[in-house]
T-cell receptor
Framework: ETGVTQTPRHLVMGMTNKKSLKCEQH?????MYWYKQSAKKPLELMFV???????ENNSVPSRFSPECPNSSHLFLHLHTLQPEDSALYLC???????????????FGNGTRLTVT | EDQVTQSPEALRLQEGESSSLNCSYT??????LFWYRQDPGKGPEFLFT???AGEEKEKERLKATLTKKESFLHITAPKPEDSATYLC??????????FGAGTTVTVRA
């Protein structure tokens, strides 16, 4: 199994649909993240979980709802999305922080979301 | 607020033509600077971490350097397989990570 696996790879949904994105990491990491990537813009942090506890919610609209049932799995539940939410959604994991600084993020290949 | 600016936005190189990418940053207490490579349709792949000014890291044709204001990613004698978008990110003293918008490198054979 590769390090961080995201499903589905592509998702097209209408504005009234409800769907979920799934992420699984096989690296034994303590922290998991959701990022949004839009064309020609920096990665935007959405949510952070450390040891299954949400430690950061970066002013994300409530139509995005994260869930972290254990340290290996992360979900992003979507409902009533807007066309401007179309983007690549990336999941990442990391070991956490050491005395020198943060350990690097390991990313999945993302879910390409299109909202129609 | 931390800021990360990458330049140029796009870079087209001939195979074997060495060049450098720039990552300028302002950050409240740098704890680490990260370089990633992202191929189309894939997530970013970690390349290097630099912790303090003067530090250098190398991997194959890539070399990353760090000063107090910027980092450079030098690509020596690039090959077509080095074509990708290169992302820079800085981590501040509150452990917040901020990414730049990336530099897209195209290497022609």
């Amino acid at each position: 199994e590769t390090g961080v696996t995201q499903t589905p790879r592509h998702l097209v949904m209408g504005m009234t649909n409800k769907k979920s994105l799934k992420c699984e990491q096989h690296l034994g990491h303590n922290a998991m993240y959701w990022y949004k990537q839009s064309a020609k813009k920096p990665l935007e942090l959405m949510f952070v979980y450390n040891f299954k506890e949400q430690t950061e919610n970066n002013s994300v609209p409530s139509r995005f709802s994260p869930e972290c049932p254990n340290s290996s799995h992360l979900f992003l539940h979507l409902h009533t999305l807007q066309p401007e939410d179309s983007a690549l959604y990336l999941c990442a994991s990391s070991q956490g922080w050491d005395r020198r600084g943060g350990s690097p993020l390991h990313f999945g290949n993302g879910t390409r979301l299109t909202v129609t | 607020e931390d800021q990360v600016t990458q330049s140029p936005e796009a870079l087209r190189l001939q195979e074997g033509e060495s060049s450098s990418l720039n990552c300028s940053y302002t950050v409240s207490g740098l704890r680490g600077l990260f370089w990633y490579r992202q191929d189309p349709g894939k997530g970013p792949e970690f390349l290097f971490t630099l912790y303090s000014a003067g530090e250098e890291k190398e991997k194959e044709r890539l070399k990353a350097t760090l000063t107090k204001k910027e980092s450079f990613l030098h690509i020596t004698a690039p090959k077509p397989e080095d074509s990708a978008t290169y992302l820079c990110a800085v981590q501040d003293r509150k452990d917040k990570l901020s990414f730049g918008a990336g530099t897209t490198v195209t290497v022609r054979a």
